[in-house]
């Protein structure tokens, strides 16, 4: 049965950039088994941070995949969106 | 006397001129601050105010301030007109119509300054001396400064509005003074990276290519400094622009020196026009109307909507065209986004363009979307919103050539706007409908919707092709004109604008090919670039592809329009006067020459920037028709891509499926992961309809092949895609069994990644509870392999914990999941905070509680630094479990924030609680405590798919209900838990409370599939 989807954000910053495409892999590969999927990732231009969003049942969900692929990370958390309405 | 002319300037440093000249003004700072504050205040303000404002602090603030106006009224007042205003309680600086020059700038622009003419826009900038009360600072006076601070911006922020604002009008006309005015915007905002794009912009515009390239490089260093990042995709395309103008989209062309070619005037029809006029009207009354229009190509139903969008338009409705095109069925919501563009999308609020920024990229930052029905809200809201101020026409024509997305939008939309001011106007040609099932289903279904008005265009009648005519060719003859075309308006204007004497064709295609033969020069060269590009176009997109200079090409185009061949589209684009004409010129193509015309287009158009793919679409289908295997796949790759994130799942596989084929003539290694990468795209294309089985073997057989090549990295990669398409297909056994065997594949490339992915996938089908023989049979392989790298043993060990927990040896697993511990310290340290919980519930199932906050207490430490985010509620709740065991009673609302926490951020964790809590409020009694856990756990488990958990809380929760002598409910617990089993089993412990559930419920034991051998020996050698 479809279950209602969150959106998490994954904070990281690392002392030196990593290879993303492989990191994706890695990590997707656990998403997938969790049922949860990578939308996109905001990097800054040197690699070194990152801010990634998922769509997942829960942060946790999150975390695992990334403790499974072992790949750290600062923060997860539930995000909410607020817009400036005009 | 006279008053004479007052005027305060705050723009700038502060002045009070009369008559012009700038009287001296008092020497005190606070006496010139006092000015500018009455001068800018919109009231009288009190005195208190006035002196906590500037006089704030010791001495006698009300006799300064006393002091400070009287020095004002010899510099304000006149004899008969006396300015600052005073009384017990208030003082103010009363003012007329411009004497300040702040509230004279914001009377020139008005409310919005990008409407305001430009002559008003010069006035406005002109009197901008400087800053806003520049120099005056009090340092002291920190309220001052504040309100000081707030001000300035506010008036910065004006003077940029009117600077932008005049850039905008003055660069088509008089760049020069556009550049001016650019260069002023910088001065005032540095930072600021648009003003830089728009000064490149004009610089390129003038020709002036070094200084354009200068100005980027001033701004990229800024960037750099001051915010450490790069520039824009849109400065990069202004740079672009400088060095390649052909490449560069050029602005609408300068009025053309000989006469148009007239539009034919608007004869006949008088019925349909009716019709359309109650259409309008029924929509202006608040119901959405639907109009379709159909006929013949060339009855005239283009002139017909031409005629609906001018008489909306004049009952004061906005008018959203867009049109379908033969060639471009694959391009997803296609005529949607020419509607859509229409549109007045600056005045859209900031939510409504994230929302449509995945289909228009020139919006900015796209919200994410997770699915079709989301976008699909997103645009209907957008014409809801457009339509509350008038009534809103989305008109569309050729409808027969829609493509899929479009028209599953267009079904959407019509019925979600049924209560709006809203007219959705189609015109269709019914004889090409069968060949585009889409097409035909959403026409089907407009034609059969509420409030639908259908008109069928049939010939002209004589007397009206007569009047058509007269005023085309004044001299043709209408009666042979019409027995030739039958009444058809666009045949009968051919047969009328033919040459006389005969020898000229007889049926319409006959005629537009020899009015197309009839052209010579550059203009007949420029022929079949235009008819290649299947589409409207701006000029820029054809000089490009055509390679022709900008006079020639204009010249030649001048040429296209007087003759009738080509008419003005949009805003600056060009278009067939008709889509016969567009045919007739590509047919008369030869099939080399197209291949080549194509094979150009694609490659001009792939030197474009397109950062959101949205041009690949483009390059992709010239790129086929050029015959241009390579460009077109890799063009299919960011189309297919592209048309997969829009949920246009029809034409991303379409795209794929193209791509597919023309790859199949690349040698194996180009092939083999080209083709994965445009199947895992299919894949992500058929989520929305839940996965294509049929995918499934066509990557295994990739997969298959690779293995046999020996492409190692593509074997891996194959598996991964495999996976996905399991995943799609909701297959959990089948995505299981790729991403395992995916693991295998990579032993033969790299033994230690293989080790490493082989330890991590044990732990991860470990904690999943997924296919538990296959993960203890990897364990035992593991173990084989002798030492193993750290990290590959840390996660081993954990792993091989979570089976032992899994079996019901929970001694063996606390030892084991101790040790991992240890192990993962070094290596994996972000893995501490979950291993102590779970050796806290080992703890609490083994009944030592005393265990519990050692293990909580370390959570806390640990957790937070790793990222953890529900590490210190967790503990909570465990230290409450351990409490209850320990025999404390601990009240409901002291878990109800902690068990909330969790709801949102970890539902695996609240499962946990919900289930040790409950147990415990079973055995102490505290029966509906137990069962409204209970309950929320079972929930959770669900929804994080962890089938031990809920079996465990069902059984539970069937206990409960037997405590409260609900036999009935008890039993529907434990038939669900059944239901819910997986065929991979649940643990030990959630099989054992489930069977003595069923027992006390007086239910048959159902025969329960035995579980694996503990050991890890395969369970055939049982």
New interface residues.
């Given amino acids: 049965m479809p279950q209602p989807m969150q959106v998490i954000l994954v904070e990281h910053d690392r002392p030196a950039p990593v290879d993303q495409e492989e990191v994706r892999r890695r990590i997707e590969r656990c998403l997938t088994l969790r049922n949860a999927r990578w939308m996109r990732s905001y990097y800054t231009g040197d690699g070194r941070r990152s801010i990634c969003q998922f769509e997942a049942p829960d942060a946790e969900t999150v975390r695992e995949a990334f403790r499974a692929a072992g790949h750290p990370f600062d923060r997860a958390w539930v995000a909410q969106m607020w817009w400036r309405e005009e | 006397m006279q008053a004479s002319k007052l005027r305060i300037s705050v723009l700038g440093d502060l002045q009070v001129l009369r008559d012009g000249r700038p009287l001296a003004l008092p020497p005190s700072r606070k006496a010139r601050a006092l000015v500018g504050y009455l001068a800018l205040a919109p009231r009288p303000q009190p005195r208190q105010k006035l002196c906590d404002l500037l006089w704030d602090g010791p001495g006698d603030p009300r006799a300064a301030l006393r002091w400070g106006l009287a020095k004002l009224r010899p510099l304000l007042d006149d004899e008969d007109r006396v300015r600052v205003v005073a009384d017990k309680e208030t003082a103010a600086i009363a003012l007329a119509e411009g004497e300040l020059d702040l509230a004279a700038a914001r009377a020139l622009v008005g409310p919005r300054p990008a409407a305001a003419p430009v002559d008003a826009l010069r006035r406005a900038a002109e009197l901008f001396r400087g800053e806003l009360l520049e120099g005056l600072e009090l340092a002291d006076c920190f309220r001052f400064h504040e309100w000081c601070a707030g001000e300035r911006e506010a008036a910065r922020s004006l003077r940029l509005a009117i600077l932008d604002a005049l850039v905008a009008a003055l660069e088509p006309e008089n760049p020069e003074e556009a550049l001016a005015r650019g260069r002023e915007r910088i001065a005032v905002d540095p930072l600021a990276e648009r003003g830089h794009v728009a000064v490149v912009r004009l610089l390129g515009r003038l020709r002036r290519r070094r200084d354009g390239l200068e100005q980027y490089e001033a701004c990229r260093r800024i960037l750099e400094s001051a915010f ?3 520039p824009s995709a849109e400065m990069e395309r202004a740079r672009l622009a400088l060095s390649s103008p052909a490449a560069a989209e050029l602005r609408s062309p300068p009025p053309p020196v000989a006469p148009r070619a007239p539009l034919p005037h608007f004869v006949g029809r008088a019925r349909e026009l009716a019709a359309a006029d109650v259409v309008i009207a029924a929509a202006a009354a608040g119901r959405r109307q639907v109009l379709v229009v159909s006929g013949e190509p060339g009855i005239g139903k283009s002139r017909l909507l031409d005629e609906l969008d001018l008489r909306i338009r004049r009952a004061g409705g906005l008018v959203l065209r867009g049109r379908a095109f033969e060639g471009e069925t694959l391009r997803p919501y296609g005529a949607w986004l020419d509607a859509l563009r229409g549109a007045p999308l600056g005045e ?4 409504q363009r ?1 929302e449509l920024a995945p289909l228009l990229p020139e919006l900015g930052a796209p ?2 979307t ?1 699915d079709q029905g989301r976008l699909f809200d997103a645009v209907v809201r957008v014409f809801a919103a457009l339509s509350r101020r008038g009534p809103v026409a989305l008109v569309l024509d050729d409808v027969q050539w829609l493509d899929e997305a479009s028209a599953s939008l267009l079904q959407v939309a019509v019925r979600a706007l049924e209560a709006e001011p809203v007219i959705v106007a189609c015109a269709v040609r019914p004889g090409e409908l069968a060949d585009n099932p889409a097409a035909l289903r959403a026409v089907r279904l407009l034609s059969r919707a509420e409030r639908v008005t259908r008109i069928d265009l049939e010939a002209l009648s004589r007397a009206e092709l007569r009047d058509l005519l007269g005023g085309l060719a004044p001299g043709a003859d209408p009666d042979s004109a019409w027995e030739a075309s039958e009444g058809n308006p666009l045949f009968a204007i051919e047969v009328a604008r033919a040459p006389p004497g005969g020898g000229g064709s007889a049926s319409l295609d006959g005629l537009i090919v020899d009015r197309l033969a009839s052209v010579s020069g550059r203009a007949r060269d420029l022929i079949p670039w235009a008819a290649a590009l299947g589409r409207s176009f701006p000029s820029g997109r054809l000089a490009g592809v055509a390679g022709m200079p900008a006079a020639e090409l204009l010249a030649a185009l001048d040429e296209l329009e007087r003759r009738g061949i080509l008419r003005p589209s949009g805003e600056d684009g060009w278009d067939f006067a008709h889509d016969l004409f567009r045919r007739a010129a590509y047919q008369a193509l030869s099939e080399p020459r197209r291949r080549l015309v194509h094979r150009e287009i694609a490659h001009a158009l792939a030197a474009l920037p397109d950062p959101d793919g949205a041009l690949a679409c483009d390059v992709a289908h010239h790129a086929a028709l050029g015959d241009d295997a390579a460009l077109c796949v890799q063009a299919s790759l960011s189309a297919g891509a592209r048309a997969a994130r829009l949920f246009a799942s029809a034409e991303a596989r379409e795209i794929v499926e193209r791509a597919l084929r023309l790859a199949a003539s690349f040698p194996p290694a180009r092939r083999i992961p080209v083709s994965l990468a445009l199947l895992r795209i299919a894949v992500d294309a058929s989520r929305t309809s839940g996965g294509d089985p049929a995918l499934v073997p066509r990557i295994g057989a990739l997969v298959e092949e690779a293995r046999r090549e020996g492409f190692g990295p593509e074997v891996a ?1 194959g598996y ?1 895609v495999l ?2 398409a399991h ?1 799609a297909n909701r297959d959990d056994a089948g ?2 069994e790729a ?1 395992a065997v ?1 693991g295998d594949a990579l032993r033969d490339v790299s033994p230690q990644e293989a080790a ?1 992915e082989t330890a ?1 996938l044990v ?2 089908l470990a ?2 509870e ?1 296919d538990l023989p296959r993960a203890r049979t990897l364990a035992a392989e593991a173990r084989r392999l002798g030492a193993l790298p750290p ?1 590959a043993a840390a ?1 081993l060990t954990v792993g091989e914990g979570l089976l032992a927990a899994i079996d019901g040896r929970a001694e063996e697993a606390a030892a084991l999941l101790e040790r991992g511990l240890r192990d993962c310290r070094d290596v ?1 340290p ?2 501490e905070s ?1 291993l102590l919980a779970r050796l806290a519930l080992i703890d609490l199932e083994l009944g030592r509680p005393e265990r519990v906050l050692e293990r909580t207490a370390r959570m806390r430490e640990t957790g937070p630094r ?5 590490a210190g509620v967790f503990a909570n709740l465990l230290e409450a479990a351990a409490r209850q065991r320990r025999g404390e009673d601990v009240p409901e609302e002291e878990l109800a924030a902690d068990l909330a926490a969790l709801e ?6 609240l499962a946990q609680a919900a289930c040790a809590l409950g147990e415990l409020d079973l055995a102490a009694g505290r029966i509906e405590r137990a069962r409204r856990l209970l309950l929320r756990g079972c929930a959770a488990a ?4 962890r089938p031990s958990l809920a079996v465990t809380a069902r059984a539970l929760l069937a206990r409960a209900e037997l405590a409260r002598g609900d036999r009935h409910a008890a039993r529907e617990h434990v038939e669900a838990a059944r239901r819910a089993m997986h065929p991979l089993l649940p643990t030990a412990r959630a099989v054992r409370l489930l069977r003595e559930a069923a027992a006390a419920a007086g239910l048959a034991a159902t025969p329960l599939r035995e579980r694996g051998p503990p050991s890890g020996e395969p369970a055939a050698a049982r």
């Fill in positions: 450490g990042t790069r859209l609020s900031e939510l994230s919200a994410p997770t990669a991964a996976a996905l995943w995505t299981v991403t995916g490493l991590e732990g991860c904690a999943l997924r990290r996660n994996l972000w893995e979950q790793f990222g953890d985010g529900s949102v951020d970890s539902k695996l964790r669900d929804a994080v798919a």
